[in-house]
């Protein structure tokens, strides 16, 4: 079992940044895909940002295309996601997630193997 350690959401006014960061107990994420999802009150779960695991190509969903960014570390266990420009359609919980399948093309899988606990982002003033 994977166990994850979220942290950087918060309450933040419409234009302001927030970084995500999730640290798993894994010795490095080099080998997997990674993901974080959002899910809204009311509404679905939604990929906002995937890498694959063996080309490190990224997907962005259109609604944070330029203002976000996924990234990990090379021989780190820790995943971000940098969020600029924030709208309050931004609020919600998000999920980071990995994957162990090796696959290329930037894509995001249906599912992932293990999650995170979640993380609040309020983008209110």
């Known amino acids: 079992q994977v166990h994850f350690v979220e942290s950087g959401g918060g309450l933040v006014q419409p234009g302001g940044s927030l970084r995500l960061s999730c640290a798993a107990s894994?010795?490095?994420?080099?080998?997997?895909?990674i993901a974080w999802f959002r899910q809204a009150p009311g509404k679905e779960r939604e990929a906002v940002a995937c890498?694959?695991?063996?080309?490190?190509?990224?997907y962005y969903a259109d609604s944070v295309k330029g203002r976000f960014t996924i990234s990990k570390n090379r021989g780190n266990n820790t995943m971000y996601l940098q969020m600029n420009n924030l709208k309050p359609e931004d609020t919600a919980v998000y999920y980071c997630?990995?994957?162990?399948?090796?696959?290329?093309?930037?894509?995001?899988?249906?599912?992932?193997?293990?999650w995170g606990q979640g993380t609040q982002v309020t983008v209110s003033s």
């Open positions: 997630a990995i994957d162990r399948r090796w696959y290329s093309g930037g894509y995001c899988l249906l599912e992932y193997d293990y």
């Open positions: 894994v010795f490095t994420l080099d080998f997997y895909g």
């Open positions: 890498i694959s695991s063996s080309d490190d190509l990224t």
